[in-house]
């Protein structure tokens, strides 16, 4: 896509996605689009009832309140305290979903004539959770009779131990994972206690403190007055990222309506500020828009900010909040622009960073509050786990964001030797290490994440549909917003146009860091397609498929269709096949994804024998020459070193099918091949007696035997080992106790004019046709396709 680290996705080619026929039925008694009807279908909505619930909120059923375990104990808590104006110490949190489950409560409490305050931790000081040293003085300065947690609380053993002994009632709201015994507090409210399939399992923080709220108003004798609070809920499912189904995606979908509402006088001086018009406010625009400058607040200052702004009622000081928050969220931006700025010249002056399965960076002048944010970037330019840290004297922080397919949180957790602290989720996490331990936690990591399953199917793209670019239309996207709110759980729909071409791209935003194109199909049809973050990508060139999103913006109150750039390959040719006398060819070097042209195969003929080197071993897609049996069917997944590797694996399977793929191999520079082997050395000397063969390392990095023997002599000249090698090619390899010298330079001028050859000898393999490849079987006479014949 954009460069060769962007997102490493594909799709299946049109003529693959099945094609379902539409559910006539279902559109016809919902009075909607066969594409729309299909689009339920595929989440598995099948039934016109289930579908009005889950486009229309008044047609759904919300759960009872009284669902949530120890909801009653904890009604009856509060209930009591407001009645006797008991002080109440609500613990919230600093990120959106605290923040709005502090406003909420608080909002709530006051209203019903509570004694009320609220604390949020220090995310840089104190980070989540409820830490004994800031409870204890809270407790002393506030002599609270009652502590409500929200969005915390439910690992905080030892603070409500110490708030229990204190004499002060306990009840705890929160929703992160259960630990293996609860707090002893007087009431745990957490949809973790549930079953996984409940309605309440994917509330958030603040979604659990509206339960509670909702049944003190049944309570105090004031039902349907929570809804007024639902705006708040919105914010907080949204900007936590909350699986949209069932009781959430209810509460989202009546949430939405109330911000629309613009009743809450922060929300609206917010939203003057960031130029939006409350009443055609999306999830998009939360997510966007409004939960950054909340979130701006924690990260760089306090986010009893957010929470002041949520509940503030004097328009006058709204609107003072607001420019804040606006202040403190242009301020994250720059200092977001600085961090990857600074985080990717790291890695040009380093390229080798990049052939660690994780991406792992550290600066002692990054601000700890916006790693997870450019961590998150840096995971999907360059496809891999990113760990980045701010490193202050012997200590280095920071944050942990996984990329499809990988639980960052267990393989950061199976390093816990390297590690002060640690914690978070398979997407996320955040960690605390000595700084000399960096090193040792990068390679460790790369090989955790490496021993994980990563199953091709997870890394493709899911298309919904394939549309000709001509019925893209503002009628068609409002046919799909009936399926909003999108989110977890609810993705927008992604749809695909095919063999289209690129008119223009021009540059959008005041740091011009985002595209528009125009695009045009084979018919002449033409739209224009946002591309975010584009600004360094790489254009399509020739024709393209793009995968992209729609939906309907307002620009002055007027719809407007927008079309959003998911993805884009290369309009795939159809394989081309070729009948040699004794084998049949099936060549798929030009498919744009290696990968998924792999996956295509290996369902077609999964008993085939794949040839891959140069992969670390569970990384690797296939077998190296060595390990070849014979086959019916091989596929030659990486491009040979040379034309006798090539004979050799022919003879090794004696196939009557062959497919070419020729991917390169993941070490194709000099001194990717050399950092390898010389890791690979180390290995064999520490833990294999120094004992291998040249075969065994010449298929790990992908290179003739002989060029590795060329970068043992080179490695012997610099005093960094011994080796011998008998006639079999067996190896005895010892560490030199020399110190290290400069090396021979005319040795590794050969090894890099090896490594050369080599390459031009892919390049020739990539480009020329089957015929010339596989010569033998025509009795012909090839050339050697070295650097003057390659060209």
Same mark, same amino acid.
């Given at each position: 896509?954009?460069?060769?680290?962007?997102?490493?996705?594909?799709?299946?080619?049109?003529?693959?996605?099945?094609?379902?026929?539409?559910?006539?039925?279902?559109?016809?008694?919902?009075?909607?689009?066969?594409?729309?009807?299909?689009?339920?279908?595929?989440?598995?909505?099948?039934?016109?009832?289930?579908?009005?619930?889950?486009?229309?909120?008044?047609?759904?059923?919300?759960?009872?309140?009284?669902?949530?375990?120890?909801?009653?104990?904890?009604?009856?808590?509060?209930?009591?305290?407001?009645?006797?104006?008991?002080?109440?110490?609500?613990?919230?949190?600093?990120?959106?979903?605290?923040?709005?489950?502090?406003?909420?409560?608080?909002?709530?409490?006051?209203?019903?004539?509570?004694?009320?305050?609220?604390?949020?931790?220090?995310?840089?000081?104190?980070?989540?959770?409820?830490?004994?040293?800031?409870?204890?003085?809270?407790?002393?300065?506030?002599?609270?009779?009652?502590?409500?947690?929200?969005?915390?609380?439910?690992?905080?053993?030892?603070?409500?131990?110490?708030?229990?002994?204190?004499?002060?009632?306990?009840?705890?709201?929160?929703?992160?994972?259960?630990?293996?015994?609860?707090?002893?507090?007087?009431?745990?409210?957490?949809?973790?206690?549930?079953?996984?399939?409940?309605?309440?399992?994917?509330?958030?923080?603040?979604?659990?403190?509206?339960?509670?709220?909702?049944?003190?108003?049944?309570?105090?004798?004031?039902?349907?007055?929570?809804?007024?609070?639902?705006?708040?809920?919105?914010?907080?499912?949204?900007?936590?990222?909350?699986?949209?189904?069932?009781?959430?995606?209810?509460?989202?979908?009546?949430?939405?309506? $109330?911000? /629309?509402?613009?009743? %809450?006088?922060? @929300? &609206? #001086?917010?939203?003057?500020?960031?130029?939006? +018009? =409350?009443?055609? !406010?999306?999830?998009?625009?939360?997510?966007?828009?409004?939960?950054?400058?909340?979130?701006?607040?924690?990260?760089?200052?306090?986010?009893?900010?957010?929470?002041?702004?949520?509940?503030?009622?004097?328009?006058?000081?709204?609107?003072?909040?607001?420019?804040?928050?606006?202040?403190?969220?242009? $301020?994250? /931006?720059?200092?977001? %622009?600085?961090? @990857? &700025? #600074?985080?990717?010249?790291?890695?040009?002056? +380093? =390229?080798?960073? !990049?052939?660690?399965?994780?991406?792992?960076?550290?600066?002692?002048?990054?601000?700890?509050?916006?790693?997870?944010?450019?961590?998150?970037?840096?995971?999907?330019?360059?496809?891999?786990?990113?760990?980045?840290?701010?490193?202050?004297?012997?200590?280095?922080?920071?944050?942990?964001?996984?990329?499809?397919?990988?639980?960052?949180?267990?393989?950061?957790? &199976?390093?816990?030797?390297?590690?002060?602290?640690?914690?978070?989720?398979?997407?996320?996490?955040?960690?605390?290490?000595?700084?000399?331990?960096?090193?040792?936690?990068?390679?460790?990591?790369?090989?955790?994440?490496?021993?994980?399953?990563?199953?091709?199917?997870?890394?493709?793209?899911?298309?919904?549909?394939?549309?000709?670019?001509?019925?893209?239309?503002?009628?068609?996207?409002?046919?799909?917003?009936?399926?909003?709110?999108?989110?977890?759980?609810?993705?927008?729909?992604?749809?695909?146009?095919?063999?289209?071409?690129?008119?223009?791209?021009?540059?959008?935003?005041?740091?011009?860091?985002?595209?528009?194109?125009?695009?045009?199909?084979?018919?002449?049809?033409?739209?224009?397609?946002?591309?975010?973050?584009?600004?360094?990508?790489?254009?399509?060139?020739?024709?393209?498929?793009?995968?992209?999103?729609?939906?309907?913006?307002?620009?002055?109150?007027?719809?407007?269709?927008?079309?959003?750039?998911?993805?884009?390959?290369?309009?795939?040719?159809?394989?081309?096949?070729?009948?040699?006398?004794?084998?049949?060819?099936?060549?798929?070097?030009?498919?744009?994804?290696?990968?998924?042209?792999?996956?295509?195969?290996?369902?077609?003929?999964?008993?085939?024998?794949?040839?891959?080197?140069?992969?670390?071993?569970?990384?690797?897609?296939?077998?190296?020459?060595?390990?070849?049996?014979?086959?019916?069917?091989?596929?030659?997944?990486?491009?040979?070193?040379?034309?006798?590797?090539?004979?050799?694996?022919?003879?090794?399977?004696?196939?009557?099918?062959?497919?070419?793929?020729?991917?390169?191999?993941?070490?194709?520079?000099?001194?990717?091949?050399?950092?390898?082997?010389?890791?690979?050395?180390?290995?064999?000397?520490?833990?294999?007696?120094?004992?291998?063969?040249?075969?065994?390392?010449?298929?790990?990095?992908?290179?003739?035997?002989?060029?590795?023997?060329?970068?043992?002599?080179?490695?012997?000249?610099?005093?960094?080992?011994?080796?011998?090698?008998?006639?079999?090619?067996?190896?005895?390899?010892?560490?030199?106790?020399?110190?290290?010298?400069?090396?021979?330079?005319?040795?590794?001028?050969?090894?890099?004019?090896?490594?050369?050859?080599?390459?031009?000898?892919?390049?020739?393999?990539?480009?020329?046709?089957?015929?010339?490849?596989?010569?033998?079987?025509?009795?012909?006479?090839?050339?050697?396709?070295?650097?003057?014949?390659?060209?």
């Amino acid at each position: 896509m954009s460069n060769d680290y962007t997102k490493l996705i594909s799709w299946e080619p049109s003529a693959s996605i099945p094609r379902q026929p539409a559910p006539t039925d279902l559109a016809r008694a919902l009075g909607v689009s066969p594409l729309v009807a299909s689009l339920l279908a595929a989440r598995g909505i099948t039934t016109p009832d289930a579908a009005r619930a889950f486009l229309d909120p008044q047609h759904y059923r919300p759960t009872p309140s009284e669902a949530l375990p120890d909801l009653g104990a904890a009604t009856a808590l509060l209930h009591e305290a407001v009645r006797r104006r008991q002080p109440i110490l609500v613990w919230g949190d600093f990120d959106v979903d605290g923040q709005t489950a502090t406003a909420l409560l608080v909002t709530a409490l006051r209203g019903l004539g509570a004694t009320v305050d609220y604390y949020i931790p220090s995310r840089l000081e104190e980070s989540h959770g409820v830490h004994l040293p800031a409870l204890a003085q809270q407790i002393s300065q506030q002599s609270p009779a009652l502590l409500l947690t929200c969005d915390t609380g439910i690992s905080a053993h030892g603070a409500i131990d110490y708030a229990k002994k204190g004499g002060l009632s306990v009840i705890i709201t929160d929703h992160h994972d259960l630990p293996d015994s609860l707090p002893v507090a007087d009431a745990v409210l957490n949809p973790k206690r549930l079953p996984p399939a409940h309605p309440f399992a994917a509330l958030p923080g603040v979604g659990v403190a509206y339960k509670l709220v909702e049944a003190l108003f049944d309570a105090t004798q004031r039902p349907g007055e929570g809804t007024a609070l639902t705006d708040l809920v919105a914010l907080g499912i949204v900007a936590d990222v909350a699986a949209l189904r069932d009781d959430t995606r209810y509460l989202l979908q009546v949430g939405l309506a $109330q911000l /629309r509402q613009a009743k %809450r006088a922060g @929300l &609206a #001086a917010l939203c003057e500020i960031a130029q939006l +018009d =409350p009443g055609y !406010l999306t999830e998009t625009d939360i997510a966007f828009q409004i939960a950054p400058r909340l979130n701006a607040a924690g990260r760089l200052d306090d986010a009893r900010l957010g929470v002041d702004l949520l509940t503030a009622t004097d328009p006058e000081q709204a609107q003072m909040l607001a420019l804040t928050l606006e202040g403190l969220n242009n $301020q994250r /931006r720059l200092f977001e %622009r600085q961090i @990857l &700025a #600074a985080a990717q010249a790291q890695i040009e002056q +380093d =390229p080798a960073l !990049l052939e660690w399965r994780a991406l792992v960076l550290a600066s002692t002048t990054w601000h700890a509050g916006l790693l997870g944010i450019v961590a998150n970037r840096l995971a999907e330019q360059y496809a891999r786990p990113v760990v980045l840290l701010t490193i202050t004297g012997d200590t280095a922080r920071g944050s942990a964001r996984s990329f499809t397919g990988y639980d960052i949180s267990a393989a950061i957790a &199976a390093q816990a030797d390297l590690l002060h602290t640690f914690g978070g989720h398979p997407g996320a996490a955040g960690l605390s290490l000595p700084a000399d331990h960096i090193p040792a936690f990068r390679r460790r990591l790369s090989d955790a994440l490496a021993a994980q399953p990563t199953p091709l199917a997870d890394k493709r793209l899911p298309i919904d549909a394939v549309i000709p670019l001509r019925d893209v239309t503002l009628d068609l996207a409002h046919d799909i917003e009936r399926l909003a709110p999108f989110g977890e759980g609810n993705p927008r729909p992604i749809l695909v146009s095919e063999r289209l071409m690129l008119d223009s791209a021009t540059y959008l935003g005041r740091e011009e860091a985002h595209r528009q194109l125009t695009v045009r199909d084979e018919e002449g049809t033409r739209q224009k397609v946002l591309w975010w973050n584009s600004a360094s990508a790489t254009l399509p060139s020739g024709l393209f498929d793009l995968a992209f999103q729609v939906q309907v913006s307002t620009y002055r109150g007027e719809p407007e269709l927008r079309l959003t750039l998911v993805d884009y390959q290369p309009s795939p040719s159809a394989p081309v096949i070729v009948q040699t006398p004794t084998r049949l060819v099936v060549d798929r070097r030009q498919f744009p994804h290696p990968a998924q042209a792999l996956a295509d195969i290996q369902r077609e003929h999964p008993q085939a024998i794949i040839w891959a080197e140069g992969y670390r071993r569970a990384e690797s897609p296939g077998l190296p020459l060595s390990l070849l049996q014979p086959g019916e069917t091989l596929i030659i997944f990486t491009t040979p070193n040379s034309p006798q590797a090539l004979s050799d694996a022919l003879r090794a399977v004696a196939p009557g099918r062959i497919v070419l793929i020729g991917a390169d191999p993941p070490l194709v520079t000099r001194d990717a091949v050399l950092r390898r082997l010389i890791e690979l050395l180390k290995f064999v000397i520490t833990h294999e007696g120094g004992t291998t063969t040249v075969h065994v390392l010449a298929e790990a990095v992908a290179q003739p035997p002989e060029t590795v023997r060329l970068a043992l002599r080179y490695l012997h000249s610099c005093g960094l080992l011994t080796w011998r090698e008998d006639s079999a090619g067996n190896l005895a390899l010892t560490a030199a106790a020399d110190s290290p010298t400069a090396g021979d330079r005319a040795l590794l001028s050969a090894f890099q004019a090896h490594v050369d050859e080599t390459a031009a000898y892919r390049a020739y393999f990539r480009r020329a046709a089957p015929e010339q490849l596989l010569a033998e079987e025509f009795h012909e006479e090839v050339p050697n396709p070295g650097p003057d014949n390659a060209r």
